[in-house]
């Protein structure tokens, strides 16, 4: 399950430079990956998707990379802002209209 | 620009107490989903619909009910609030590429 709040995994970064955050996921028969970004007291909210037959898939500042041999995703985040603080998890589909919520890490940004 | 969007907000009901939770959308999704956002745990989804007079179950959806009477709308009840329904509740539609938009989340204390 995914923990919310002060049990999160905390990723710190200094103003500027690159993050890359990672979730495992465990169904290898999932064909849509997405990520969100949810701050304190929001929504989450859409940040970027990947369907399996993809590998890479970019956006402004942020990628997505997957890796289906050793069901790993990342979200690489460049020059990141301090707006960019948040917490972020992955999403990826289970079964018709089933989504399993990956574990979330909460990213500090240093200035 | 269409939205999805919870109220109330923010809610404080006494155990035992009926408590509506409304949802909207105005981008005609057809799918729609309640979740309950816990510390230690992930989202998870607690009813969902296909559409139109269709609802089921999720996996917590012990004490929780929903309707469906138009596209728009998916109100949440809990018929009998108990305090182990204290949490934050998020409400979601689905698009027709599969990715899911959530709302600003309803915070609700059962005392």
């Known amino acids: 399950g995914e923990s919310v709040g002060l049990h999160l995994p905390t990723l710190s970064v200094q103003e500027g430079d690159n993050s890359i955050i990672n979730c495992a996921y465990s169904?290898?028969?999932?064909?849509?990956f997405i990520w969100y970004k949810q701050e304190s007291g929001k929504g989450p909210q859409f940040i970027i998707d990947?369907?399996?037959?993809?590998d890479k898939r970019q956006g402004q500042r942020v990628t997505v990379l997957l890796n289906k041999t050793v069901k790993h995703l990342s979200l690489q985040i460049a020059a990141t802002q301090p707006g960019d603080s948040a917490v972020y998890f992955c999403?990826?589909?289970?079964?018709?209209?089933?989504?399993?919520f990956g574990t979330g890490t909460r990213l500090k940004v240093l200035a | 620009d269409a939205e999805i969007t919870q109220s109330p907000r923010h809610k404080i009901t006494e155990t035992g107490r009926q408590v509506t939770l409304a949802c909207h959308q105005t981008?005609?999704?057809?799918?729609m989903f309640w979740y309950r956002q816990d510390l230690g745990h992930g989202l998870r989804l607690i009813h969902y619909?296909?559409?139109?007079?269709?609802?089921n179950k999720g996996e917590v959806s012990d004490g929780y009910s929903v309707s469906r009477s138009n596209t728009e709308d998916l109100p949440l009840t809990l018929e009998s609030a108990a305090s182990s329904q204290t949490s934050v509740y998020f409400c979601?539609?689905?698009?027709?590429?599969?990715?899911?938009?959530f709302g600003e989340g309803s915070w609700l204390t059962v005392v």
């Open positions: 981008w005609n999704h057809n799918n």
């Open positions: 999403a990826f589909d289970a079964g018709t209209y089933k989504y399993i």
């Open positions: 979601a539609s689905r698009d027709s590429g599969n990715t899911i938009y």
């Open positions: 990947i369907r399996s037959n993809m």
């Open positions: 619909s296909y559409g139109v007079q269709d609802t």
């Open positions: 169904n290898s028969a999932s064909d849509y």
